[in-house]
């Protein structure tokens, strides 16, 4: 089993002082998919960032698939690792569905055409072809979640990190995100508040408090030992 992300003693201070993190040490393999769960504040998201290079660590290590997260390795690492924000309007800034998600491959060197046809690939895999005129404002919350995620698969990432995504979602996109991952094959993070999305997707758990990882089992034994 080929080991997909691999963190060692991560600590990262904000530049106000606070301290977020404070010696995480997690991994993960190949085609897993664990919840990261813990309270407002503990440091889920700011881990989150660390695992495409969008923070650097005040000390300790962040590999992916072998290679740290620094330097020249970064753009290599940000097609792997497709990080989903919580909030799509954040990630979404292109005047179409289609320019948007053909954005990374045309950055990554692919000609146009490629480009394009990576985007329409990648919008089918969400069921949002159709859409792939529109602009990405004018879209629904779920839509938009689809299309974020289209964005990171059309640079066929080994990993999918997503930050609270129902948030924004009503129950019946709620379901259909978790149907819609539930098929993809890549190694996921799903960082939640929402338990039937986590259950329907993620056998283990790891918690988070104060800055730490202080438990990491199945969900359930998770969900138990913190009453969460
Ligand atoms: N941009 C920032 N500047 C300073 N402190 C921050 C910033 N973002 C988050 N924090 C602090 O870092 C800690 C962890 O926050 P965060 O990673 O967002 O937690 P979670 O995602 O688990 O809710 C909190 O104390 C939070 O206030
Ligand atoms: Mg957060």
Known sequence: MSRIVEV?????????????????DFNLDAGQ???????????????ALHLNGLLQPSAGSVLIDGVAVRGKHLAAI???VGLVFQDS????????????????????GLSPEQATDKAIAALRQVGM?????????????????RVAIAGILASDPLLLVL??????LDPPG?????????????????????MPFARSLAA???FFQEGSITARGSLEQIVTQFDW
């Open 89 to 108: 309007d954040n990630q979404l800034f292109m005047p179409t569905v289609l320019e948007d998600v053909a954005f990374a491959p045309l950055s990554a």
């Open 163 to 168: 930050d609270e995504p129902t948030t924004f």
């Open 174 to 194: 709620q379901r259909s995100l978790a149907t819609l991952l539930a098929g993809l094959p890549q190694a996921k993070i799903l960082i939640t508040h929402d």
């Open 33 to 47: 998919t664990v919840a990261l769960l813990g309270p407002n504040g503990s440091g889920k998201t700011t881990f």
């Open 204 to 206: 283990e758990a790891v």
């Open 78 to 80: 940000r097609r792997k």
């Open 8 to 24: 060692r003693g991560l600590c990262y201070a904000w530049e106000d002082g606070t301290e977020a993190l404070r010696g995480i």
């Open 129 to 145: 072809e159709s859409k792939s005129g529109k602009a990405p404002w004018h879209l629904s919350s779920g839509e938009k979640k």
